[in-house]
């Protein structure tokens, strides 16, 4: 009996060795895995670190283009584009009376002197002290008028110091950016000049 329980005990004692190792060799494969699933979850927390990151700047870009897409409308809403015919003139020059000034060539219709920026205009169409942009020319001020101004709505001269830049420019049918203010003005301009 003795030997049956000595045998019994090794049997144990080699079943208890052999469960060991097998339970050590699991543990060492999920202490692998664990740290490998703790790797993954290191790498999706950065991961997300850099999502909210890129979120973050979708949601303020979002915001700025909403903002100026509120600002684009305001500017709609308070400007437009329309096609004028843009001839130059150059008052301080000596040509022949009437090709580049009527009158007093030193004082605008407003009483200012002309310069860079002073645009001729009608002024029943577009009030004196509108500003406007003109392509090719940049951003002026309607501050004079002249006969051939007051033939047509959709006319400007554009001032230049010389005659020579004055011919240079010509004739020319550019895109201007002016005031909505006169609602008249721009019917005119669809009637004349239809899209």
Known sequence: MQRLLTITMLLLLVFNCIAARHLE???RALQAELTILQQQLTDLEVELVKNRALLDEAARRLATDALLLEQL???LDTWQ????EATAYAPFDAPPR??????NPSIT???TRPGPGTIAVD???IPFGTPLWVEGYGWGRALDTGAAMRAAANRLDLFFATRAAALAWGRRTVLVVLPRSRVEYMSYIDTVHPH
Request: one cysteine or more; charged letters at 20%; proline letters at 5%.
């Open 25 to 27: 060799t699991q543990r």
């Open 73 to 75: 409308r305001q500017w």
């Open 81 to 84: 584009v329309s096609a004028f």
């Open 98 to 103: 009437g090709l580049c000034h009527d009158g």
């Open 109 to 111: 219709a407003t009483g």
């Open 123 to 125: 002024p029943r169409y």
